[in-house]
């Protein structure tokens, strides 16, 4: 029966706020909520309903990096994944490292597609997906809204600039997941402690035979140049004249 | 000296806007040579579009039918090969740059940097982080490929010059046929477009349906603007996705933007930071949105837009 990978990250939980730190090292981490990247949690959401329609024997979680991920991998079992992997490393892993590894994976388990979300919501790279199917040489539908799978094939509809893109695709092949591709489900106590008795997988990078090369070095960060506040008018008659004043209507 | 290939963005016979802004940040490199790549089944105008584009050399053209759609597995191995001849290799950060690049990078041996906003020397540079809340300053070793996406709203359109002389490339290299193009709905649309429009009017969630939305739409007739949305708008079916405005969406910096009932969630701003002026027009006074707004109306949509539109008659 058909395996699917999901590669799922840790990050910045989106609902906070982040701090750049004043020395221009970072953000704030320091205490801060982490949780699954939201694209990820619609990846898996997405190969949990392929699994429950019978187009698929397994599903297999897969992150890559330091131990604190374990508890995130367990969110993914209790959504319904059913075993996890951790990649594990302390190194920083930029996109082209995290293909590497996940390419070992799926090379490992020999799945048959492999479902990422489109970008990270932390360093919006959106570039793992793409590089997993260069390295694998197999096909790529990236920023899916819908995904439907054949005889061999997979069928998926992608949000584009012009509208929507239709692509058939052979499997083996990666989907990157965008945000209307579902809603994912949520966990319910009774999934939590059912999650803690499924495999989880502790697998050192390096025997993976994957380095952590960091090609960007990250010399500086700050925030944003920040808006003023503007003007507030009272009515469409202030907002028309302040409208004329700068000139962009006449 | 930086040698810069420019991937052409190119749709029915269209040169994308984002590719000529691209071509602004590829001359911003130190002693930059600017070629323009057009990958494509005809491609002889999209070639005359990139052509007359200042600041750009020469431009290659790949022709071959396989290239009739924008394939990212069919086209990356062909940028690949012609990566050997330069330093950097560039496309807009449209959903066509994006989907193509990292594939390009990795058959490279290369990472990519994404959404590139600033460029600082040959292989330093800017991109925005955590939906834009943190700006990184990235170095790449002396030496290495560069492989960018361009973010469109950080740099102007290069302006018409040239024109610069087109050369027909033949590559030998085995496409992939695992990757099939099946089909493309587009919204039809005479009004500006999105990513390139010097005025944009979006809805949000506070419109209701779609029925309402076209109070949105009267008033962008009236202004000459294109038509932007919300997330919220757009998953509630109001609007097509490629409306959509925002980290996830597109990216824009028009010369005005005007943002009725949105609440102006991180992600919405993200995308419009770069606007000249903000113009937000909400209920609730206390609107993440007016924070960013140079001009703020506190009142309800559906009495101001109806004003706004026949007072600009």
Redesign the interface.
């Known amino acids: 029966m058909r395996k699917i990978l999901v590669a799922v990250k840790r990050v910045?939980d989106y609902n906070t706020?982040?701090r750049?730190k004043s020395d221009g090292s970072?953000?704030m981490l320091d205490g801060v909520k982490m949780a699954l990247n939201p694209f990820d949690e619609i990846a898996l959401e997405e190969a949990l309903r392929i699994r429950e329609r019978g187009q698929a024997g397994e599903v297999i979680a897969v992150s890559v990096g330091p131990d604190d991920v374990q508890p995130h991998l367990r969110t993914a079992l209790a959504m319904g994944a059913d075993r996890a992997i951790l990649v594990r490393t302390d190194a920083v892993i930029?996109?082209?490292v995290a293909?590497r590894a996940l390419l070992a994976i799926v090379k490992r388990e020999a799945v048959e597609l492999a479902l990422l979300g489109?970008?990270a919501?932390?360093?919006?790279?959106?570039?793992?997906?793409?590089?997993?199917?260069?390295?694998w040489?197999?096909?790529?539908?990236?920023?899916a809204?819908r995904v439907e799978l054949k005889d061999g094939v997979a069928?998926v509809t992608?949000?584009?600039?012009?509208?929507?893109?239709?692509?058939?695709?052979?499997l083996p092949?990666v989907i990157t997941s965008?945000?209307?591709l579902n809603e994912p489900r949520y966990i319910k106590l009774p999934e939590i402690m059912k999650a803690k008795k499924k495999p989880l997988e502790v697998v050192d990078l390096a025997t993976l035979g994957v380095t952590p090369a960091q090609?960007?070095?990250?010399?500086?960060?700050?925030?944003?140049a920040q808006?003023a506040?503007?003007?507030?008018?009272?009515?469409?008659?202030?907002?028309?004249a302040?409208?004329k004043k700068?000139g962009?209507?006449s | 000296m930086s040698k810069v290939l420019v991937v052409a963005d190119h749709?029915q016979g269209k040169l994308?806007a984002g590719t000529a802004r691209c071509v602004t940040a590829a001359g911003r490199l130190p002693e930059a040579e600017v070629h323009v790549v057009v990958l494509a089944a005809e491609a002889a105008d999209v070639a005359g579009q990139a052509a007359a584009l200042q600041g750009v050399a020469k431009v290659l053209t790949v022709q071959r039918a396989e290239n009739a759609h924008p394939?990212?597995?069919v086209l990356?191995p062909q940028v690949a090969q012609l990566a050997a001849g330069y330093t950097h290799v560039f496309a807009p950060s449209?959903?066509?740059g994006?989907?193509?690049?990292?594939?390009?990078?990795?058959?490279l041996?290369?990472?990519?940097?994404?959404?590139l906003m600033a460029v600082e020397g040959s292989h330093?540079f800017k991109r925005?982080?955590?939906?834009?809340?943190?700006?990184?300053?990235?170095?790449?070793?002396p030496g290495?490929k560069v492989v960018a996406t361009v973010r469109s709203a950080s740099f102007e359109a290069a302006p018409r010059g040239g024109p610069a002389p087109t050369e027909a490339v033949s590559l030998e290299v085995a496409l992939?046929t695992?990757?099939?193009?099946?089909?493309?709905?587009?919204?039809k649309s005479d009004r500006p477009d999105l990513?390139s429009a010097a005025?944009v009017v979006s809805g949000g969630r506070a419109l209701g349906s779609a029925e309402n939305f076209q109070i949105i739409y009267q008033l962008a007739d009236k202004?000459g603007a294109a038509v932007g949305a919300s997330?919220a708008a757009?998953?509630a079916g109001y609007v097509?996705?490629?409306l959509q405005v925002g980290?996830?969406g597109?990216i824009i910096a028009p010369?005005?933007y005007l943002a009725i009932g949105i609440s102006g969630a991180?992600q919405h701003l993200t995308g419009i930071?770069d606007a000249r002026?903000?113009?937000a027009?909400n209920k609730d006074p206390e609107a993440p949105i007016?924070?960013?707004?140079?001009?703020?109306?506190?009142?309800d949509l559906f009495?101001?837009v109806p004003?706004?539109t026949q007072?600009?008659g």
């Open positions: 910045v706020r982040i750049v970072g953000v930029e996109p082209l293909a489109k970008q919501i932390d360093d919006d790279a959106n570039q793992t997906g793409q590089m997993l199917a260069a390295l040489e197999r096909p790529q539908a990236t920023f809204s069928v992608r949000e584009v600039d012009a509208g929507l893109e239709t692509i058939e695709v052979d092949a965008d945000l209307r090609h960007l070095k990250v010399l500086k960060t700050e925030a944003p808006r506040r503007g003007v507030m008018v009272k009515d469409t008659g202030e907002l028309l302040a409208l700068i962009v209507v | 749709l994308n394939l990212a597995a990356a449209s959903t066509f994006k989907d193509l690049l990292p594939r390009v990078a990795a058959l041996g290369v990472s990519q940097v994404s959404e330093r925005p982080t955590y939906a834009g809340n943190a700006i990184v300053t990235v170095e790449l070793a290495t992939p695992h990757t099939r193009f099946v089909s493309l709905s587009a919204g990513q005025k202004l997330r757009v998953d097509p996705n490629e980290q996830t597109k010369e005005l991180i930071k002026t903000i113009v027009i007016f924070e960013v707004a140079d001009i703020g109306l506190v009142g009495k101001v004003e706004l007072a600009l």
